[in-house]
């Protein structure tokens, strides 16, 4: 017997209805109990009491049920729609617990519709993706894999390595045949082709990436150059404190927004100098770390200030973080809004406080961010699926340098194969599952 579970459906808080579902082979006879139905014949809906223990009313409302297998978990579901108050969800969900349900896993019923087969991993990944999501774009992307269009392009490259192995094996299974199946030109040509085809996932899988988790934008400089102003114009608000008086900033700041679909993390630095002020001084030790974990710096100086070199920023050599250089105050001077290419870093010219050169600045991030949020066909991805992507190439890149070695050649297939596997789920490990089943909110 499936063990029965249950949760709050609908986001913490208050509201006018709260969602308390039940899944699990004694999903029915628990919400019958719950509204005092007989236990004849289940309405698909209706209007329903529910009770306590005591037979004390708790509230009203509706009960819904979904047979299995036509539910979304594949099993025998049961939603109790209440008013939403966290007290009503609590007593029902007690009340259901008492009745032999136990309280979901984080993911958990998401979970169980994967291993009944009603989505795989990537539309189950989808599902928290559009829950999170901070933009229409993200929404619509995450929308495109819920409704399989990224496992759709996983099955079909499946079904090409199928068929070209299938060639493949057939050479290695016959050697003593006169006709040397490795030298058709067939071969070569569809493994090209799904090398080709891998090749154009990466790519729009990458724009997934961006879209699901963005980057993270690290603003810093000298004191006084306007970081915090371009903070709250980017971020649409006053997030950091303005002022003429140098090292206002001392801690880190974080925003989270989105220019044109693209999700941006931003984070405002204090102001590098060499200090005396204990406070500063952690301030800057801070700004240092963030430095090196930043996926673009833009760096912003003075227009006065002295010819900018990538060793201001202070990092190891390993440490080599894409740069944008933002020469702010040009207001001051009679210099033009402009983008300069430098060997080591693009420069940017600009005006916070007239509001110049800023849509050059926003065009400049998302080209070192690699995002085209014109691209229509983009699906909701995560980096698993990029490293995953990424080594299915490298498997048949491997595999196209035996082309005439039949052994070689068929290892290296079968092995891409098997990679492609985990991004559906169709193989993947226990431990994975875990990880992605926990980062979902209890009662999806």
């Given at each position: 017997m499936i063990d029965t579970i249950t949760a709050i459906a609908t986001p913490p808080g ?249 999700p941006l993390h931003i984070i405002d630095t204090a102001g590098l100098r060499e200090t ?63 983008v300069i290419a430098h060997p080591d870093f693009t420069e940017v010219c600009i005006s ?93």
């Open positions: 208050r509201g006018g209805v709260g969602i308390v579902r039940i899944s699990g082979s004694q999903a029915f006879s628990i919400a019958q109990t719950i509204c005092h139905f007989s236990n004849t014949k289940t309405p698909d809906v209706a209007r329903a009491v529910f009770y306590d223990a005591q037979r004390s009313i708790i509230d009203d409302g509706l009960v819904l049920f979904f047979k299995n297998p036509r539910s979304f978990t594949g099993e025998d579901v049961a939603e109790l729609q209440a008013h939403g108050s966290p007290m009503v969800l609590d007593q029902l969900i007690a009340r259901a617990i008492d009745l032999g349900a136990r309280l979901a896993r984080p993911g958990e019923f998401t979970e169980r519709a994967f291993l009944n087969h009603k989505i795989d991993l990537t539309q189950a990944e989808a599902i928290a993706d559009l829950i999170s999501a901070s933009s229409i774009q993200a929404a619509r992307a995450a929308t495109r894999s819920l409704q399989g269009e990224f496992s759709k392009k996983i099955e079909v490259l499946q079904e090409m390595l199928t068929t070209l192995r299938m060639h493949v094996e057939a050479a290695i299974d016959f050697p003593e045949e006169e006709i040397d199946f490795l030298a058709d030109p067939k071969i070569e040509t569809s493994l090209k082709e799904i090398i080709y085809q891998v090749e154009q996932i990466k790519n729009t899988v990458k724009q997934g990436v961006l879209l699901q988790s963005g980057i993270n934008v690290v603003i810093a400089g000298k004191p006084n150059v306007g970081k915090s102003s371009l903070l709250n114009y980017l971020s649409g608000k006053s997030s950091a404190i303005v002022t003429d008086i140098p090292g206002t900033t001392r801690d880190i700041l974080r925003e989270s927004i989105q220019i044109d679909g693209l005396k002020d204990i406070v500063e001084q952690e301030g800057v030790r801070r700004t240092k770390a963030q430095l090196s974990q930043a996926d673009v710096v833009l760096w912003m100086r003075d227009i006065n200030d002295d010819v900018f070199t990538l060793d201001q920023l202070g990092l190891n050599a390993e440490i080599k973080p894409p740069v944008i250089l933002i020469t702010n105050k040009i207001d001051l001077t009679n210099k033009s809004p402009a916070v406080t007239k509001s110049l050169g800023l849509d050059l600045l926003k065009k400049k991030i998302h080209q070192f961010a690699g995002f085209h949020s014109e691209e229509q066909d983009i699906f909701i991805a995560r980096r698993r699926h990029v490293d995953t992507i990424l080594r299915a190439h490298q498997q048949l890149i491997q595999a196209q340098q035996h082309l005439r070695q039949g052994e070689l050649l068929a290892e290296g297939l079968r092995q891409a194969q098997l990679v492609l596997s985990e991004i559906t789920g169709e193989l993947t490990s226990d431990d994975l599952l875990g990880k992605i089943f926990s980062e979902f909110c209890i009662g999806k």
